[in-house]
């Protein structure tokens, strides 16, 4: 337990020192091939003289025989090498994370897997005695490091970035379940498991955030010049409708580590419900990313009170932030 909690506190220190340095992120190969090969060693000593659940456990239980040296460590290197890269992992997908979208529960899974991969015993355990879970775990973790690297090393728009990240994933944890002899039943959970895990990202890619896209900031205005993109005010919440003469218009910034080219489109809602969607643009981010805006204007009528809300998706509808404004009572500022 006590090393389960110092794991525990190196992946929160892990975050901390990771945030916002993408420069760290091609490490992240590394600690892959390290993780990849090392989860291989371990699954086959794990066969060794054992009666296996697929290839790599005892059904109900841990592997015969006591560890040895080598046993021990391989089990060390892979839980740290599993631990380091999820927290690592973690602060960048967080960035393009929006709260309200269905795309927080891929970056709750990945805290959760991180947090489940410092409960050495337990996790040491079914890394042990399941060739599915070896073989999910990896994948996963595989998938979240490659579909963040591929848009910064290469100009890949993020949702091709994933469907490569799927599949590139995916083979390389299989050797993982099939190294050693498979029966026919775990053949098939292997099977399942794959075709569910590919479903997953490339049928729904609204539920992976698209790294490594996030919306720096947001500016609501009652005007903006088309060519500076210079904002005329800045409206807080609570502006007075009459302050607007029948317009609003938002300017955002969005971040990207380098030439990340996407589509990117803003949906706009009143108290919840859509009256607005712009046309989806193509866009290829430089280094300090990129500004996108839009807006309405009403010929004869003011804007309406209510709580309007600006959501940034890129191609496959995946969100990855929002801006709000409530327009009500009084009170503008700039």
């Not at 955030?209 to 609570?238: C, K, N, Q, W, Y």
């Amino acid at each position: 337990m006590l090393h389960s909690v110092w794991a525990l506190a190196t992946g929160v220190a892990v975050i901390l020192l990771a945030r916002g340095r993408y420069g760290f992120v091609p490490w992240v190969v590394l600690f892959l091939v390290v993780t990849w090969a090392s989860t291989l060693f371990f699954g086959r000593r794990a066969t060794r003289g054992a009666n296996v659940e697929g290839a790599v456990g005892i059904p109900g239980g841990a592997p015969r025989g006591i560890p040895g040296l080598g046993d021990e460590t391989t089990s060390y290197v892979t839980r740290t090498m599993y631990q380091e890269t999820l927290f690592f992992l973690l602060p960048f997908y967080a960035y393009s994370t929006d709260v309200t979208s269905p795309n927080v529960i891929f970056l709750g899974a990945l805290a959760a897997l991180g947090v489940l991969s410092c409960l050495d015993l337990l996790f040491d355990l079914w890394l042990r005695s399941s060739a599915v879970f070896s073989m999910a775990f990896f994948a996963i973790v595989a998938f979240a490091a490659i579909n963040l690297i591929l848009p910064i090393l290469a100009p890949i728009e993020p949702t091709v970035a994933t469907r490569l990240a799927a599949v590139v994933s995916l083979a390389s944890a299989l050797p993982l379940a099939l190294h050693g002899p498979v029966r026919g039943a775990v053949r098939w959970r292997i099977a399942a498991a794959a075709a569910a895990f590919l479903a997953a990202v490339t049928v729904w890619p609204h539920w992976i955030p698209p790294v490594p896209l996030r919306v720096e900031s947001a500016v609501f205005a009652s005007a903006i010049d088309r060519e500076t993109l210079v904002a005329a005010d800045t409206l807080a919440d609570g502006v007075d409708p009459q302050d607007l003469a029948g317009a609003l218009f938002v300017r955002l910034e969005i971040f990207a580590p380098s030439a990340v080219p996407t589509n990117v489109s803003l949906e706009w809602t009143k108290d919840g419900r859509p009256f607005r969607l712009s046309r989806e643009v193509a866009i290829t981010a430089h280094e300090i990313g990129f500004r996108l805006w839009d807006g309405f204007r009403l010929d004869s009528t003011a804007v309406e009170p209510g709580r309007y809300r600006v959501t940034v998706r890129a191609s496959g509808g995946r969100v990855f932030g929002r801006a709000d404004l409530r327009v009500g009572a009084a009170g503008r500022s700039g």
